[in-house]
T-cell receptor
Framework: GDSVTQMEGPVTLSEEAFLTINCTYT??????LFWYVQYPGEGLQLLLK?????DKGSNKGFEATYRKETTSFHLEKGSVQVSDSAVYFC???????????FGKGTSLLVTP | DGGITQSPKYLFRKEGQNVTLSCEQN?????MYWYRQDPGQGLRLIYYSQIVNDFQKGDIAEGYSVSREKKESFPLTVTSAQKNPTAFYLC????????????FGEGSWLTVV
């Protein structure tokens, strides 16, 4: 079935460092791809999305490009802040489905 | 304000008891979902509903039940048959159609004591 694999954390970075969180997927057809962020004790918030190949999603300095040839949707940010410390989830919805399939999440800690 | 409201935020249950988690949305979304979150395992789908009076099992439906009598409400009952119910439960909703953004509530913590 459709699935998502993302790099395991925790990831610890210094403020202003470059961030990459890897995400690859397995799916038939053309899934939609998402990154969600979860702050401690809270629900999930949509960070960005892409619905077709070569689309780039972006929000709050974060970017991810839907790469069908490598089945990837890596999350990047050029300069992280302490406030970016959270858990990041990569997810997909199948071509003909509704519900999200999630990766296991990557915890990010940014230190001053 | 539009959004998804889950209650209670924290709930303690004795073994052998059923408990119901509430989820209400005022976004006029057709589809609603329940996910369970355990540390290190990401989120797993329990049940989802695309329209009123209809719902489907997700990946881990055993020990859970739902109803969808109204468009805006999708309560989840954790029954005594659920062997390990302690977890963080997240309700979500979306408009109809594949690829549409799914929005989440703030979650409910259930602890079995």
């Amino acid at each position: 079935g459709d699935s998502v694999t993302q790099m395991e954390g925790p990831v610890t970075l210094s403020e202003e460092a470059f961030l990459t969180i890897n995400c690859t997927y397995t799916a038939t057809g053309y899934p939609s791809l998402f990154w969600y962020v979860q702050y401690p004790g809270e629900g999930l918030q949509l960070l960005l999305k892409a619905t077709k190949a070569d689309d780039k999603g972006s929000n709050k300095g974060f970017e991810a490009t839907y790469r069908k040839e490598t089945t990837s949707f890596h999350l990047e940010k050029g300069s992280v802040q302490v406030s970016d410390s959270a858990v990041y989830f990569c997810a997909l919805t199948p071509n003909s489905g509704y519900a999200l399939n999630f990766g296991k999440g990557t915890s990010l800690l940014v230190t001053p | 304000d539009g959004g998804i409201t889950q209650s209670p935020k924290y709930l303690f249950r004795k073994e052998g008891q059923n408990v119901t988690l509430s989820c209400e949305q005022n976004l006029n979304h057709d589809a609603m979902y329940w996910y369970r979150q355990d540390p290190g395992q990401g989120l797993r789908l329990i049940y989802y509903s695309q329209i009123v009076n209809d719902f489907q099992k997700g990946d881990i439906a055993e020990g859970y039940s739902v109803s969808r009598e109204k468009k805006e409400s999708f309560p989840l009952t954790v029954t005594s048959a659920q062997k390990n119910p302690t977890a963080f439960y997240l309700c979500a909703s979306s408009i109809e159609g594949s690829g549409n953004t799914i929005y989440f509530g703030e979650g409910s913590w259930l602890t079995v004591v």
